[in-house]
């Protein structure tokens, strides 16, 4: 069945350590992919998205995403995590021919820790 | 104002009741979206609209009606609704054009059905 699956419902790191999320699709063909992010109390902010191309992405907030097409997975990556860096990270995929049909994963939760 | 903006940000309501959710955008999109966002459920696509005209209902019951005058608003008109309707209802706008524009997210209403 197509899906798009966040493993981590929770994590918690140290802030100044590294982060890196999670994300795995399950399509026939590569499907568009994002990464929105979510503060308490907001709506979802994009971070980042992929097409084609390379295949390292930068975005915003200092996030960067990698495809990895042999591993279906697009994880989110960020080097040193600030505490304003808390909230809900939601990956997200829209399939080839379905242009607004965006389908979201179940979001992974980040804490930080002093 | 700037951005996606939704009113009210919170809202009970008893299920005999009919409410209404509204958003607008200032963004100068054509296309807007409600999505529904439940407690440990991805976020779900309700409703699409391009240029005014529906071009989604993903399978939402009848007691859900969108209503989009103009490009600029978008409603959620709401009637005999159930408790398992309880979610935070997320408004989204984009230029109409594939998944290449971004969608901009407003920072959602919070409904209780008691």
């Known amino acids: 069945a197509q899906s798009v699956t966040q493993p981590d419902i929770h994590i918690t790191v140290s802030e100044g350590a590294s982060l890196e999320l999670r994300c795995n699709y399950s399509?026939?063909?590569?499907?568009?992919l994002f990464w929105y992010v979510q503060s308490p109390g907001q709506g979802l902010q994009l971070l980042l998205k992929y097409f084609s191309g390379d295949t390292l992405v930068q975005g915003i907030k200092g996030f960067e995403a990698e495809f990895k097409r042999s591993q279906s997975s697009f994880n989110l990556r960020k080097p040193s995590v600030h505490w304003s860096d808390a909230a809900e990270y939601f990956c997200a995929v829209v399939p080839l021919g379905n242009n607004n049909d965006m389908r979201f994963g179940a979001g992974t939760r980040l804490t930080v820790k002093p | 104002e700037t951005g996606v903006t939704q009113t009210p940000r919170h809202l009970v309501m008893g299920m005999t009741n009919k409410k209404s959710l509204k958003c607008e955008q200032h963004?100068?999109?054509?296309?807007m979206y409600w999505y529904k966002q439940s407690a440990k459920k991805p976020l779900e696509l309700m409703f699409v609209?391009?240029?005014?005209?529906?071009?989604e209902n993903n399978s939402v019951p009848s007691r859900f009606s969108p209503e989009c005058p103009n490009s600029s608003h978008l409603f959620l008109h709401l009637h005999t609704l159930q408790p398992e309707d309880s979610a935070l209802y997320l408004c989204a706008s984009s230029q109409w054009g594939g998944p290449q524009e971004t969608q901009y997210f407003g920072p959602g209403t919070r409904l209780l059905v008691l």
């Open positions: 609209y391009n240029f005014k005209e529906q071009t």
């Open positions: 963004l100068g999109h054509n296309a």
């Open positions: 399509y026939g063909a590569t499907p568009y």
